[in-house]
Structure formats: C-alpha cells, structure tokens
C-alpha cells in the first residue's frame, strides 16, 4: 500500500508527493516515527520550534490514516 508522509505544523502543511510503498499501517507509523526523531534532532540543533509539528500519514485519496506528533517520539526519561 502507498503511504504518503506529511508535514503539518501550526503554521504549514508540506505535502509529501512521492509516498512509500509499505505493507502495513503499523509500518509506517515505524517509518514516520523514526523520520520524526531524525527531524527534530536537526530542529534542536538549530533552535527550531518542534510543538505541534506532526506527521499525518494518509492514503492515495488524502485520507489521514494515523498521526506522529513530534513532541512523542522523545523519550524524557
């Protein structure tokens, strides 16, 4: 099944227009969880807010199928 990734923040919406192919939804909230502790690693770094940002996984049709915040994929302690 093709996934798409998409970037929503509280300001922005970056629609990913290429997709993964992957068998499963649990597998790609795998990927968007992995991509997300890549992309707030880089947002630290540079200072950058990380509240609200998100991944919204969604189907061919647009359809948002499950969501990654950010602020999750963080372990605290």
């Known amino acids: 099944m093709l996934f798409y990734f998409n970037v929503r923040s509280h300001e922005n ?12 939804l649990e ?10 502790r890549e ?3 880089e947002l630290i770094l540079y200072d950058q807010r990380i509240d609200g940002m998100r991944f919204e996984i969604t189907d061919e049709k647009g359809n948002v199928l499950a969501t990654v915040p950010f602020r999750d994929v963080i372990k605290f302690s």
């Open 39 to 41: 992309m707030v690693a």
């Open 27 to 36: 597998e790609a909230r795998w990927e968007a969880t992995k991509s997300a």
């Open 13 to 24: 919406l970056d629609i990913d227009e290429e997709g993964i192919d992957l068998p499963s």
